[in-house]
């Protein structure tokens, strides 16, 4: 089983797990966990490939989903079972493969902007990521440097700094700190989602959605109440695909609600 670093904030109320997205980790909810104290204390898991935790040699939803499951049951006193459980795109899948599969641990569950659809689009992470492994890290002598290397190819200056959260300096010089080969080469795999084999979570879900991002839709609906039936569609106006660092206010309101509802 792969070694899952997390970090716990807070110490008091439900506990909620966050599951970060591509390229992205745990941490990247620190400022939504310290909002929901103290009602709510947040695990920030990284996944697989991604900040802290341990690389692997190929992907899977499945093994991932296996993986995150193993270490919310060991890190969580049995009191605080089960979890509510928040994902957010790549993490999102891994969350609604892990309800899937071990819904003892799941009370609620909130997917952020994705869909348990195949062959979804990727052609955003395509070309962030190839820009990455494209970046020639021995010529790079400081992150400004690196950021200043990226702007041609990546204009967005909120995104570089995302990306560049997983710049990190070795004795060698400059790393990504994430499997980026891993996660480049698998980005068919990343965009497809396993069959769940007729699999259901008969408990409550909210799915968030941006409005300006085209990873969820209402025709996914059918097939999103056919896994998980008792489903809401929330679609965020005015955020795109990163809703709860575009509009974090709103996130937090939606999922406190959700939450607290019997």
Request: no cysteine.
């Amino acid at each position: 089983m792969t070694d899952i670093a997390t970090r716990l904030i807070g110490s008091s109320g439900e506990r909620i797990v966050f599951l970060h997205g591509l390229m992205g980790r745990g941490k990247n909810f620190t400022s939504i966990a310290k909002a929901l104290e103290p009602d709510y204390s947040s695990l920030l898991v990284d996944l697989p490939n991604h900040g802290d935790s341990d690389w692997t040699d190929e992907f899977s939803y499945i093994d991932m989903a296996d993986s995150v499951a193993a270490t919310i049951a060991e890190v969580t006193d049995p009191d605080d079972l089960p979890v509510h459980l928040v994902g957010h795109s790549l993490g999102g899948k891994v969350a609604m493969i892990l309800a899937l599969r071990y819904p003892e641990l799941i009370n609620r569950l909130v997917i952020v902007d994705i869909a348990p659809t195949a062959g979804g689009s990727l052609g955003v992470f395509e070309h962030l990521l190839s820009s990455l492994a494209e970046l020639d890290l021995d010529q790079i002598e400081s992150r400004t440097a690196a950021d200043e290397a990226l702007q041609e190819k990546i204009p967005e200056a909120t995104i570089r700094g995302f990306l560049l959260q997983n710049l990190r300096t070795t004795s060698a010089g400059y790393a990504w700190q994430p499997n980026l080969t891993l996660l480049y080469e698998s980005l068919p795999d990343i965009g497809d989602f396993p069959d769940t084999e007729e699999a259901a979570f008969d408990g409550s879900v909210l799915w968030i959605a941006g409005e300006e991002s085209d990873y969820v839709s209402r025709e996914d609906l059918p097939l999103m109440r056919s896994l998980f039936p008792r489903t809401t569609l929330l679609t965020v106006k005015g955020s795109g695909h990163w809703v709860h660092s575009e509009k974090p206010q709103t996130f937090v309101s939606a999922v406190q609600t959700f939450f607290a509802r019997g």
